[in-house]
């Protein structure tokens, strides 16, 4: 059993409130293998949709250190909810002894390896999101999506 990022699996749940960050792969994993789909962000109490939101000056792990913060397209600090978000997804991972997830690249939260760099332009930087930062921090291994 694995946790996914819900919009991997065509759950209408990022920030359009669409489904093109569908994955095949996760798809056709889903198949064989239970697979838990999350949101950190719903979790956290983000409508869907929502304005697009990105780390500014930093990365998850930056977030949960208090160094840095999340805003969304329209200036709002969204970075209480983003880690609320992960601390409930950290939760059901240990209610349900889950040692992985799948995780959505380039996503504030989810993110894994490259995230965007907080000036809406569409540049990756290095770094994970504050999800899959504090998920790492507990152990858990993190698959990117690409490594499907």
Known sequence: MKFVSACLLGIRCNWSGDDKYKNDRALELSKVETL???CPEQLGGLSTPRAPQEIQGGTGEDVL???CKIMNRDGKDVT???IKGAEETLKIAWQLNIKEFIAKSGSPSCGCGQIYDGSFSGRLIGGDG????LLKRNGLRIIPEEEL
């Open 80 to 82: 209480r909810e983003f």
């Open 65 to 67: 250190n208090g160094k």
């Open 130 to 133: 504050v999800t899959t930062a």
């Open 36 to 38: 838990i789909p999350v």
